[in-house]
């Protein structure tokens, strides 16, 4: 998995009841990494909290590090399981995406995206606002995004 993985990812807190429902966290020691250019691993101490007992002193943490590639790429919206009767326009017709893929590229993931709305969504919504949702094959694609995220679908 990539990113900053953390164990245990919880601990539990020993103390009075009336105390234990003003802790929302546990601080450890500070954490800052730049520049990485491979995965590590290490220990970070927790803070002590003053008549409080935890189950763990410390936590341990691994990340990866991953070189990856910007692909942007534009793409009409298609309408997905829409009655053929019904006739709908979606405004505007085309978004834009912004791959984050792994490198080295396993391959395009322009070729087999789809951006599309589902006609399930247009009827869910009041005002006809649907988001937009994209289907790609696994293709080394770590992360993406969409813009505009949300699109109107009017009737004809």
Known sequence: ?????????????YGEMSRLSTIGEILTTKFYKSGISNDGQGVLKLSKIKGMRLSDDEVRYTYSAVRYVDIPFSSDIQIVNKPIDKKLVVVPSSADIRFRCAFPLVADPTVSAVLYVDYEDYLDSRSGKCPVKLR?????????????????????
């Open 1 to 13: 998995k990539d990113g900053v993985n953390l164990s245990p990812d919880s601990v539990t807190v």
């Open 136 to 156: 790609v094959k696994d293709t080394g694609v770590i992360d993406y995004s969409i813009d505009p995220m949300y699109v109107e679908v009017f009737e004809q």
